[in-house]
């Protein structure tokens, strides 16, 4: 990721506070719209948080990013990745922490893999990464931010749907 994309970031994180997380999973449902998948869903509040079409193949995506360098998974977040594995889907971590010098990491789930209720670095999920997938995105997650930070900053969540609402793969669970 770009210097100035982690710098864009930071001010997003300082002017939204609580709401910089769900503003970031926006971002990346962009990003992940501008590398033309199919019917991506994006929802702000309970359930998966991305599910979109790569190639055919259904894939879902838990976002979690945190104002520091670890995030923590909840035994619900894992609970219901399990039941997604079960069902046969591509299931992932998308993990953005504020360390220095981090990119997305997206790595597969793997039932029993991750501990819940602890603070983990990106470490633990990097042995489990999709870097074909990462690259997908990381040019267009730039490209987005620097296009679009502005809009999460001072329209929040309802601009942000408003630029998803651009693209035709795009719906709202």
Not at 40 to 62: K, P, Y
Not at 81 to 101: I, K, M, S
Not at 121 to 146: G, M
């Amino acid at each position: 990721m770009k210097h100035e994309t982690h710098a864009k970031l930071e001010r997003l994180r300082a002017e939204a506070g609580r709401e910089y997380g769900k503003l970031v999973q926006k971002l990346l449902a962009v990003a992940f719209l501008e590398t033309d998948v199919q019917k991506l869903v994006e929802r702000s509040t309970q359930g998966i948080d991305l599910e979109m079409e790569i190639a055919g193949e259904r894939c879902v995506f838990e976002v979690k990013t945190s104002e520091s360098d670890a995030v923590r998974l909840s035994p619900k977040d894992l609970e219901g990745l399990d039941r997604l594995v079960e069902d046969g889907a591509r299931v992932y971590l998308a993990v953005l922490t504020n360390a220095p010098f981090e990119d997305w990491i997206l790595a597969r789930y793997v039932p029993g893999e991750f501990p819940t209720g602890k603070d983990l670095t990106s470490f633990p999920f990097r042995a489990h990464r999709d870097r074909e997938l990462e690259q997908r995105i990381l040019t267009a997650f730039d490209r987005v931010v620097d296009r679009d930070v502005h809009i999460a900053i001072t329209r929040r969540q309802g601009g942000m749907d408003e630029v998803l609402q651009r693209y035709p793969a795009w719906g709202r669970a």
